[in-house]
């Protein structure tokens, strides 16, 4: 089956340092990638979708200058949170899509906490 | 507006049968999705329904009718494994994934 990795898989950082997640496809090509928050004992939350060569697009409420997402590649796109503060901590996870948008693959998620 | 609405948490005993309802309002539709998501971890893709009718996966089973807006994950023989969060999830006519707030369900012995 599809897998899609993330790294790291937990992260702690001083506040007002920035954070880059990773998130691969490994073993397909990710047309689209998503970028996902979640807070303890809430639901998922979208923060941004991000298709190969080009912007993403966030989400109303997420900032676009705080959370930079690249997706250079089809197997791999990054979450970058500028100037962190610990109300940015949180679960952060990504999942992908091929070529069937309804098959959407999730990572493991990133732990960062925000110190 | 979108929503998808499911119980907040529910019991249910070791061995027995539980039902998890999800019903739902999106901007068009392109299938319903139940993920189970252990704490801590990522979710993890159990079903998806586009047609009416029953899809049946060894123990577990999901249930759509686009006409009611409505869905649900009947889990059978249940196993202390299976305490989890279970999250219901609309795809929209974009193609985005209308997430729900999620059912704790708790296995007693």
């Known amino acids: 089956g599809a897998v899609v990795s993330q790294h790291p898989s937990w992260v702690i950082c001083k506040s007002g340092t920035s954070v880059k997640i990773e998130c691969r496809s490994l073993d397909f090509q990710a047309t689209t990638m998503f970028w996902y928050r979640q807070f303890p004992k809430q639901s998922l939350m979208l923060m941004a979708t991000s298709n190969e060569g080009s912007k993403a697009t966030y989400e109303q409420g997420v900032e676009k200058d705080k959370f930079l997402i690249n997706h250079a590649s089809l197997t791999l796109s990054t979450l970058t949170v500028t100037s962190a503060h610990p109300e940015d901590s949180s679960f952060y996870i990504c999942?992908?899509?091929?070529?069937?948008?309804?098959?959407?693959?999730f990572g493991p998620g990133t732990r960062l906490t925000v110190t | 507006g979108q929503n998808i609405d499911q119980p907040t948490e529910m019991t249910a005993t070791e061995g027995a049968i539980v039902q998890i309802n999800c019903t739902y309002q999106t901007s068009g539709f392109n299938g319903l999705f139940w993920y189970q998501q252990h704490a801590g971890e990522a979710p993890t893709f159990l079903s998806y329904n586009v047609l009416d009718g029953l899809e049946e996966k060894g123990r577990f089973s999901s249930f759509l009718s686009r006409s009611k807006g409505y869905s649900y994950l009947l889990l059978k023989e249940l196993q202390m494994k299976d305490s989890a969060s279970y999250l219901c999830a609309s795809m929209d006519s974009n193609y985005q994934l209308i997430w729900g707030a999620g059912t704790k369900l708790i296995i007693k012995p």
């Open positions: 999942s992908a899509s091929g070529q069937e948008p309804y098959e959407q693959y």
